[in-house]
């Protein structure tokens, strides 16, 4: 057996893919004629396909994303053919879900605000501090400040997707005693810490019931341009739309539209329909709107992780033995 790589891994990585491949050959082709000629009789691919590389393979039966996402991976040829194609997903479900809670905090306690009076050096606290109980009458009445900053035990948050990801938003927000609905097409009712999981069928209804609503779908034919201003409409006007999936999924005029008609109360992006997001872009100055550069994913256990999949199931394929993360390349994940 043989196993072509293209880009070149480091020594490092090589190393530790060399270590167990078994009898299996492993190249590490150094430029696109290197890959051209090694491919040839190739059973097995990791790297960037291309459909010239695909083309020329004449006996591959595995293929090994080094992406989770697809969408920018596939290509007609490669969806038809009889190859495996696996991914990386999994490697991202405990970081991301720490953004996600980062954003629905920010929004309880007002820091969407607050950090940006800050930087105008302003003391005003949400709900004015002519509310703010003295030292008389201590807090034992609610009042307007009280109102304008929530705790997170008692809320309702929505997921859309729970793959690795969405299962564990789900897990963060109920350790934090929040209430978890979600919808997914392709998941069993048995999910821990969700209080209910449907079909996408349930989409109105978690729309309806969600102080938050979580994007962590992937990028699809059926999700691109989902979200649209009639899902807006299907929220309350009290919630956040949070999305740390694809930004295929929700198109951003409609977001715009959806701020503007007081559908939502706001809205954190972490990936947007265009990245970067333009500098021009109104959403980067809506008081309403919180966005990180697409960085949910970001963390050093990552690249450990990448490399502990990619050998295993190297390790998998030289041995026979059943591969992770099989994807379906006519669904994009």
């Known amino acids: 057996m ?19 491949c078994g009898d299996m050959l492993v190249i590490n082709a150094s430029d696109d004629e290197h890959a051209l000629c090694e491919i040839v009789d190739a059973d ?7 459909p010239q590389l695909l083309q020329t393979a004449q006996q591959l039966k595995w293929i090994q994303s080094p992406t989770a996402s697809l969408e920018h991976y596939l290509f007609p040829e490669l969806i038809q053919h009889p190859a495996v194609l696996t991914n990386m997903r999994g490697l991202f479900y405990d970081v991301i879900a720490d953004h996600v809670l980062m954003f629905i905090l920010m929004f309880c306690r ?7 009076q800050q930087q105008r050096g302003e003391w005003n606290p949400l709900g004015g501090e002519q509310s703010r109980s003295n030292f008389d009458t201590g807090p034992g009445l609610i009042s307007d400040m009280d109102r304008a900053h929530r705790q997170l035990a008692g809320l309702t948050v929505g997921i859309l997707g729970v793959g690795s990801i969405g299962s564990e938003i789900a897990a963060h927000c109920h350790k934090m005693k929040m209430d ?6 392709y998941r069993t009712p048995e999910q821990p810490y969700i209080s209910y999981l449907g079909g996408m069928d349930r989409t109105e209804e978690l ?13 699809t034919p059926e999700t691109e341009g ?3 201003f009639d899902r807006f409409r299907q929220m309350r006007d009290t919630a956040y739309l949070i999305n740390i999936g694809r930004g295929a999924i929700v198109p951003l005029d409609d977001l715009r539209n959806a701020l503007d008609n ?8 972490d990936v947007a329909e265009n990245e970067p997001l333009p500098q021009e872009d109104s959403l980067w100055r809506h008081p309403q709107v919180l966005i990180t550069p697409h960085v949910a994913a970001c963390s050093v256990e990552i690249p450990k992780r990448h490399l502990e999949t990619l050998v295993e199931n190297v390790r998998r394929f030289a041995h026979g033995e059943a591969l992770l993360n099989i994807t379906n390349k006519e669904r994009w994940f």
């Open 44 to 50: 097995a691919f990791y790297g960037k396909i291309t």
């Open 110 to 116: 007002g820091m969407h605000v607050y950090s940006r």
């Open 207 to 219: 729309l309806n019931q969600s102080d938050f609503v979580v994007i962590a779908a992937p990028h």
């Open 226 to 228: 989902f979200f649209n």
């Open 2 to 20: 043989k196993l072509v790589i293209y880009p070149p891994l480091d020594a490092n990585r090589l190393h530790a893919v060399e270590d167990v």
């Open 180 to 185: 978890v609905l979600a919808v997914d097409p």
């Open 262 to 269: 007081h559908e939502i109360a706001g809205a954190a992006l």
